[in-house]
């Protein structure tokens, strides 16, 4: 994608950027959804004393 000035873009091309934009945050904010959520996971498993079998 050509780098210009916002302003000299036309609505077409801001919604485009927008929508790359967009895309890219969305797979961020996924990617690091589930990396927290693994963390979580480690951390919730360490706070539990371990199973034992009587």
Do not use: C, Q, Y
């Given at each position: 994608?050509?780098r210009?000035?916002f302003e000299s873009?036309?609505?077409?091309?801001?919604?485009r950027?927008?929508?790359?934009?967009n895309d890219i945050l969305?797979?961020?904010?996924?990617?690091?959804?589930?990396e927290?959520?693994?963390r979580?996971?480690?951390?919730?498993?360490?706070?539990?004393?371990?199973?034992?079998?009587?």
């Amino acid at each position: 994608m050509e780098r210009k000035p916002f302003e000299s873009m036309s609505v077409e091309e801001l919604w485009r950027l927008h929508t790359v934009v967009n895309d890219i945050l969305a797979a961020r904010l996924v990617a690091k959804k589930e990396e927290l959520e693994r963390r979580l996971g480690l951390l919730n498993r360490e706070d539990k004393p371990p199973h034992r079998h009587a």
